[in-house]
Each structure stands twice: as C-alpha cells, then as structure tokens.
C-alpha cells in the first residue's frame, strides 16, 4: 500500500501509526474511531494526569507515555492526533510538524492567530498534512441549512445562540482561562459555520462577561459578538455557559428577503409567505468517525477533505478580531 500526499507517491506499511494527545471525551471518541478502521493503529497516548493516562491506555489498548514532547519524538509514530486543552494545541503541533508528523487537530488550531498561520507555513514546507478539525460542518444541523439556504433568499440577518447552564460550574479546563481561550477561540465552530454559509466579515463587534470563582477558574461566561460581512449581513453570536446562566438555548435563525429558516436544539422549520415546513436534521453521532475515515482517505488515496486549515485560520482571525474588540470596545475592521 502507498500513502500519496500532494502527489508525491510512498509506499509504506498498511497501517498509518498514531499517537494521541488528550485523555477527554474527544480523545475517547478519536480512539475508538482509530480503532475501527484497520488503516491505523493506536501507538501510544498521553493526557495530563498519570492515572487517567495509564487507565485510557489500558482501555484502548495502546501504551501510556509521561509527556506530549516524548510523543511527537517518536519513530514509530506517523500521525499525531491533538485532542487536549487549547492553550496547548500550537505547541504540539509545532513540535509535531518540525518532527515530521501529520497532524490532526481539534479545533482551534491555535489560541493565537499568527501562531495558527506559521503553522500552515511549516506544514506546507515539510508536506505534511495538517488538519484542523470541524465536524459542525458534518452534521445535520450545518447540512440541512446548506440544503434549504437558497429558498429564503438574500440574507440579511442570522442569529446562532448556545446557551449552557451548568450548576455547579465545573472546574475543569473549559472553564479556565488560560487554558479554554477567549469563549469564541475556544468554541470557534460557532463562528466557523457563519464564514463557512456567508463568507468574508467586514467589522467585528464584541462584548464578553466572567463570572468569578478563583483567578483562573470562572463560574459563567457570557459573550455576544456582532458580525457585519462584506454582502452587508449582520449576524449575532451568542455564547454562555455556566451558573448566573438560566435557560438553556441551541438556535439557529437565518432571515431572508424570502423567508426565513429557523432550528431549535435538533427541530427545524422553513417559513415562506404561504407555508411553514418542518425541516429534517439529521444527527450528530458518528461525526468523529467521519472526519477520521476521511483524514485517512486522504492520507492513503489523496481523496479531498472538506474543510481547508486556511478556512480555519480566517475564522480564527474572525474570533481573534471579536477579541481585542471586547477587550477594547472598538469597532475592529478586518483587514482586505
């Protein structure tokens, strides 16, 4: 068997080696898709702490490593799989791509955007796959609206709010500052499915909310980020979860000059002038399995992913922008 990557052809083994970064819910579901698909094999993870290490690897099958550095350093490893906390994603895939690894990375590919783009860089220099994970754009929510956008016409105005509450907040990484990033760096799907629809932004506005518990730790947060894209639609983000958070709320509005589109948690409906017709999404299970297949189609039959680190990289500089315009209270312009 041969692995073709940007038309240069190598034959290697049949299987493609991976270690795993990452003992979480993603990491979990990374692994069980690994280990369905006879192409790759699970050489070795490492996560954060020694017992949920050693646990994770005896579960899966594979050994246990002390750190991600002794990862990406090895041999015997061809992919490296990045599902860990944020803060750290550009690091290892930095480390990993200087040693000569493909990559796969749940999103974002970095907390810090010229970081993201150096990456793309050194990725391309070493002619390595980097793949930035976004499998919002796999399930059903994002297909069905890709399917029924043209009915509503000229869009003027989308809304896509997710609300969590959570009490007691838990203190883990995705309510830690350093380590979960600015909310839509962290939660970067919710902007990626607007650039993905809509295209280019014109001006970012932000507005963000912590709630304390220790320095590093908050208890809720709250941000809503206003975007006006180059076709002159404004669309509003709004992100939360957390205890001073009341109501839960997963919806989606597109309006157009011919009707709207509106999903609520996993309903849907199309609006028109004379009829009101419910939408069918489809779910969101089995999507990690999805983008693993197709990141091993790619690396063994060159076979098209379907999404682009260089997409990524703009939605992260979308965020980036919705960041430093919280932080200022400034209209900020994205450059052309």
Known sequence: MRIVYNSEAVWVKATVRVGLVGTGYAAKLRAEALLQDERSHLVAIVGHTPENTEAFAKEYETEALSSWQQLVEREDVDLVVISTVNRDHGAIAKAALSQGKHVVVEYPLSVDAVEAEELIALAK???KLLH????ELLGGLHQALKQHLDKVGEVFYVRYSTINPQNPAPRKWTYNHELFGFPLIGALSRLHRLTDLFGQVLTVNSHQRYWEIESEYYQTCF??????????????????????????ERKFEVHGEKGGLIFDGNAGILIQPEETTPIEVGTRRGLFVKDTTMVLDHLFDNAPLYVTPEESLYTLQVADAAKRAAQSGLTIFMAD
């Open 125 to 127: 220099a070493k002619n």
């Open 132 to 135: 930035v994970e976004h499998i």
């Open 223 to 248: 941000c809503i980020t206003q975007l006006c894209f180059t076709s002159g639609l404004l669309a509003q983000v709004v992100y939360g979860k957390g205890e001073t958070i009341w109501q839960p």
